[in-house]
Nanobody, 121 residues
Framework: QVQLVESGGGLVQTGGSLRLSCAAS????????WVWFRQAPGKQREMVAG???????NYADSVQGRFTISRDNAKNAVYLQMNSLKPEDTAVYYC???????????????WGQGTQVTVSS
């Protein structure tokens, strides 16, 4: 059974930094892509940053230049370094992995449980 576990959320002041982590466990053969999403109260879930197996990255315009996504294939993990945080970054952050399980025949998406990030003004 695949499980994604996030950590690193918390309360930080405007201008501060946080580093989110997400680790996948289970019988995993390959993770083709990781994506971080976030959802603020009353808003739709939105993509924040993504990274492929070839370490190509893309970011939402709202976080470009402030957030950095990275991955550690040996640990089946992804990270999101968030700098210069703003109150509008306040949301529950979710990691998403597109992965292939051992003896699986196709890639499927899995989600973490979410971690709260709160930026105070």
């Amino acid at each position: 059974q695949v499980q994604l576990v996030e950590s690193g959320g918390g309360l930080v002041q405007t201008g501060g930094s946080l580093r989110l982590s997400c680790a996948a466990s289970g019988s995993i053969v390959d993770i083709s892509a990781w994506v971080w999403f976030r959802q603020a109260p009353g808003k739709q879930r939105e993509m924040v940053a993504g990274i492929t197996g070839g370490r190509n990255t893309n970011y939402a315009d709202s976080v470009q230049g402030r957030f950095t996504i990275s991955r550690d294939n040996a640990k089946n993990a992804v990270y999101l370094q968030m700098n210069s945080l703003k109150p509008e970054d306040t949301a529950v952050y979710y990691c998403n992995a597109n992965l292939l399980q051992y003896r699986g025949s196709y890639y499927a998406q899995y989600w973490g449980q979410g971690t709260q990030v709160t930026v105070s003004s």
